[in-house]
Every structure is written in structure tokens, then in C-alpha cells.
């Protein structure tokens, strides 16, 4: 029986969003790393545009933190995958 995982993105368009994985416990730590980077990537990227329309720097330079911490999990995860952990 495959075991679920939720995963919630919250403060992403101002709604919660949610969504299921059917057996996120099997992945390798590297294949996790590599798609929670991507997501914190993502929402950075969200973050930095509405901080930019809105005229708002400090929520733009959060975007871009958040964007480059998810750039760096992600790396992480593909530098795990090569040395096989």
C-alpha cells in the first residue's frame, strides 16, 4: 500500500493550495531535494513578478531569495544524485 504525502503550498496567489503524492516516501533524498527546489524556485519566481507589479521591493527581494534557496536545494539534489546518496 503506497503511503500519501501532502504537500501544501501555501501564500502562493494568496490561496492554500494542496496536492497529494501517492508513495513520496520511496523517492531518493536527492529526487526530493530536486522537487521541493523546484517549487521553492517557483513560488520565488511568483513572488519576485507580483513584488515587481505591485511596486513592492521588499516582496520582490524576498521572490529572489526565495528563487536562488531553490535554485541551491535543487543543485543539491542533483549533486546527491551523482555521488548516489
Do not use: W, Y
Amino acid at each position: 500500500m503506497a503511503r500519501e504525502m501532502l504537500f501544501c503550498l501555501s501564500h502562493l496567489f494568496g490561496a492554500h493550495r494542496c496536492i497529494f503524492f501517492r508513495g513520496v516516501s520511496k523517492m531518493k533524498s536527492s529526487t526530493k531535494d530536486q522537487v521541493s527546489g523546484g517549487f521553492r524556485e517557483l513560488k520565488g519566481k511568483v513572488k519576485e513578478i507580483a513584488g515587481k507589479a505591485a511596486n513592492n521591493p521588499p516582496l520582490k527581494a524576498e521572490g529572489q531569495d526565495e528563487k536562488v534557496s531553490g535554485k541551491i536545494q535543487k543543485k543539491i539534489g542533483q549533486v546527491e544524485k551523482v555521488i548516489g546518496k
